[in-house]
């Protein structure tokens, strides 16, 4: 279980993380992509942010994923530059593809089919 100041921690690097991607990201993916960061979990020793990201607007989400891990330097030091001053170490990020919402439709997708497959047997 995480504790308060990993919780506290963890909200504010998803603030400052997810105005960077909006700043920054035309330029790491391009427009047609829509990248939004939807949890930040935190290490107990605060020096790691597990950042997952949810991608619409392409097949290819594993891509974006790529893109952005290959200007992690980039994306730390903007982060850096925004929590400096409240923080005296800025972690580490580590990003992981958040599917959650993919998984959501799928399964919906699959109960609609049996509820009309349902429907169609009882005619």
Request: proline share 2%; no cysteine; charged share 35%.
């Amino acid at each position: 279980m995480e504790s308060i100041r990993q919780k506290q921690i963890g909200e504010l690097i998803r603030r400052y993380f997810s105005m960077i991607l909006s700043e920054e990201g035309i330029n790491i993916y391009g427009r047609d992509k829509l990248v939004t960061l939807t949890g930040v979990k935190m290490t107990p020793d605060l020096l790691v942010a597990k950042l997952y990201i949810s991608v619409y607007g392409t097949e290819h989400k594993q891509e974006v994923i790529l893109e952005l891990e290959d200007n992690h330097a980039r994306l730390r030091q903007a982060l850096a530059s925004k929590v400096g001053k409240q923080m005296r170490r800025v972690p580490e990020i580590e990003l992981y593809l958040d599917d959650t919402v993919d998984e959501m439709y799928r399964v919906d997708n699959l109960l609609n089919r049996v509820g009309d497959e349902d429907k169609n047997i009882g005619k």
